[in-house]
C-alpha cells in the first residue's frame, strides 16, 4: 500500500513538472485537429462534386459553342475526350471572333455582382486568406462558375483551376461560417478547399495540396493547413474519378530515362524558360493597364479582351490550318491549352518533323502567350495556370527537338523536355517550385 502511494505521488509530480514543458514545446489541441480533419473531409466533398459538375458542364459547353458551332477542333490531352464532338463541323471563322467577345460581355457582367471573381482568382483567394480572415463571400460559390463558363466555353484562353480554386476555397469559407469555427480553422478550411478544387480538374492530389500551401506565400509554406489540405484533394480527387472514370489528364508513351550527360542542356531549359516566365509575368502586368486606357466601364473589359483575342488567333488558326490541312485546328490556342501540351509530349501524326516543328511549337507557345495576357489580363474570368503549363510545355518540347538535332543525339527526348518546362515555368511565375515539380510528376 505504501509502495503504490510512492507511485502515485511520484506520477502527480511527473506530471506537474513535465506537461507544462510538453505543453510549451508541442502546442496540440487534439479536439482542434480532430475537428478540422472532419470539416476538411466535407470541405473535399462539396468541392468535389462542385469541380465534376463545372468540368462536365464547360466541355459539353465548348463542344456545343466552339466545336458544333464554330467548327473549331480543340487538341484535347488523355483525360479530355469524354465530351468530344463525333464528325468533321463546317468551319465558321467569322463566328470565331465573335464568340470570345460575347463571352467576355456575359463574364463582365456577372462580375458587377461580384468584382472579386475577375480574373483567376488565385489573388482574390490569397487576400481573403490574409486580409478577411478567410471570409469569401457566397455569392462567388455560384457567379464565380457562371463568369467562368461564358469566358471559357466560349474560347477564352485560360485555364479553369484558377476558377476552382477560388470556388473550393469559398465553399471551405461557407463550412467554416456555417459552423462556426474559429477564424483560424476557417482559414484552414479555404486552403483546404482550394487543394480540392485544384484536385478536382487537374486530378493530382498531392500536388493541389502542396500547391494550395505554398501558393499564399512567396517564401515558405502554410504548414498548419497542409494535413487538412491532403485530406479534401484526396476526397475531391476521389469523387471526380468516381465520376470521370481513373485517369492522369496527361499521358506519355513510356518512362524518360535519366541521363546525366544531359543535365546541362536542362539547366539552359530552365534559364530559358525563366527568361520566359518573366515576360509572361510583365505581360500580365501590364495588358490590363493597356485595357484601362479603352473606352467604357470596367464590366466591359473582357469583351474587349475577347475580341482581340478572336481577332488574334482567327487569321493564325485559319493560315496553319491551311498548311497542315487541318482546318479549324486551334492548337491550343484557345481554351487552357492541354492538348498543345499533349502533343508536345507525346507527339501528333500531323506534327511535322525536324525544324518545322520546332518552328511550330515556338509559334503556339508564343501565340498562347499573347492569347491568354488577352483573356487574364483584360478581366475574363481565367486562370493562368493552364495556360502557364501550356506555354512551359510547348516551349521545352522544341527546345528538346532543337537540341536532339543540333547535336544529333537520338537519345534526346523532346517528351522530357517538354515535362520539365512545364514545371519550370509555372514554379517560376508562381513561386511554387516544390509544387510545381510534384503537380508534372504526378
Known amino acids: 500500500m505504501q509502495y503504490e502511494t510512492l507511485v502515485q505521488k511520484w506520477r502527480a509530480g511527473r506530471d506537474k513538472l513535465l506537461l507544462p514543458m510538453m505543453a510549451e514545446a508541442a502546442p496540440l489541441d487534439l479536439t482542434f485537429v480532430g475537428r478540422t480533419v472532419l470539416h476538411a473531409v466535407l470541405v473535399g466533398l462539396a468541392a468535389g462534386l462542385a469541380g465534376a459538375a463545372f468540368f462536365g458542364a464547360l466541355e459539353y459547353l465548348q463542344r456545343f459553342l466552339l466545336e458544333e ?26 463566328l470565331l471572333v465573335v464568340l470570345p467577345a460575347l463571352g467576355g460581355l456575359a463574364c463582365g457582367l456577372i462580375t458587377r455582382l461580384a468584382p472579386e471573381t475577375r480574373g483567376g482568382g488565385g489573388d482574390a483567394m490569397i487576400d481573403a486568406f490574409h486580409h478577411h480572415g478567410g471570409i469569401i463571400r457566397k455569392r ?37 461560417r456555417v459552423l462556426r469555427v474559429s477564424a483560424r480553422e476557417r482559414r484552414i478550411l479555404l486552403v483546404a478547399g482550394v487543394a480540392a478544387g485544384i484536385s478536382a480538374v487537374f486530378r493530382t492530389p498531392l500536388g493541389a495540396a502542396l500547391l494550395a500551401v505554398e501558393v499564399l506565400y512567396r517564401d515558405g509554406f502554410e504548414s498548419d493547413a497542409l494535413v487538412p489540405a ?6 475531391s480527387y476521389s469523387i471526380v474519378i468516381s465520376i470521370f472514370g481513373q485517369s492522369t489528364l496527361l499521358f506519355h508513351a ?17 534559364l530559358a524558360c525563366a527568361f520566359l516566365a518573366a515576360v509572361f509575368a510583365s505581360c500580365l502586368h501590364k495588358v490590363p493597364r493597356l485595357f484601362a486606357k ?11 479582351g475577347g475580341l482581340l483575342l478572336g481577332a488574334f488567333c482567327t487569321p493564325i488558326i485559319v493560315e496553319v490550318g491551311k ?7 486551334g492548337f491550343g490556342m484557345l481554351g487552357g491549352g492541354y492538348g498543345a501540351v499533349q502533343m508536345a509530349i507525346s507527339g501528333a501524326d500531323w506534327l511535322p518533323d525536324g525544324w518545322s516543328a520546332v518552328r511550330l511549337l515556338l509559334m503556339l507557345s508564343v501565340a498562347k502567350l499573347i492569347s491568354s495576357s488577352l483573356t487574364i489580363g483584360s478581366g475574363g474570368s481565367a486562370g493562368d495556370f493552364a495556360p502557364s503549363l501550356a506555354i512551359g510545355g510547348l516551349f521545352g518540347g522544341a527546345f528538346g527537338r532543337a537540341a536532339s538535332l543540333l547535336l544529333d543525339d537520338p537519345s534526346i527526348q523532346p517528351g522530357a523536355f517538354a515535362l520539365v518546362g512545364m514545371g519550370v515555368f509555372y514554379g517560376g511565375i508562381a513561386h511554387v517550385p516544390l509544387s510545381a515539380l510534384v503537380l508534372v510528376c504526378e
Request: charged share 10%.
Open 323 to 329: 498548311r497542315t490541312n487541318l482546318p479549324g485546328q
Open 140 to 176: 462567388v460559390i455560384w457567379l464565380k462558375p457562371l463568369a467562368s463558363l461564358f469566358t471559357l466555353g466560349t474560347g477564352g484562353a485560360g485555364g479553369r483551376e484558377g476558377p476552382t480554386m477560388q470556388i473550393g476555397g469559398a465553399l471551405g469559407s461557407l463550412v467554416g
Open 230 to 235: 491532403v485530406l479534401a484533394s484526396v476526397m
Open 254 to 270: 513510356s518512362d524518360f530515362p535519366f541521363i546525366p550527360r544531359q543535365l546541362p542542356l536542362y539547366a539552359l531549359l530552365a
Open 294 to 304: 479603352l473606352p467604357g466601364p470596367v464590366w466591359l473589359r473582357p469583351a474587349w
Open 69 to 94: 458551332g464554330a467548327g473549331y477542333v480543340p487538341l484535347r490531352a488523355h483525360g479530355e475526350t469524354f465530351a468530344a464532338a463525333e464528325g468533321p463541323h463546317t468551319f465558321r471563322p467569322w
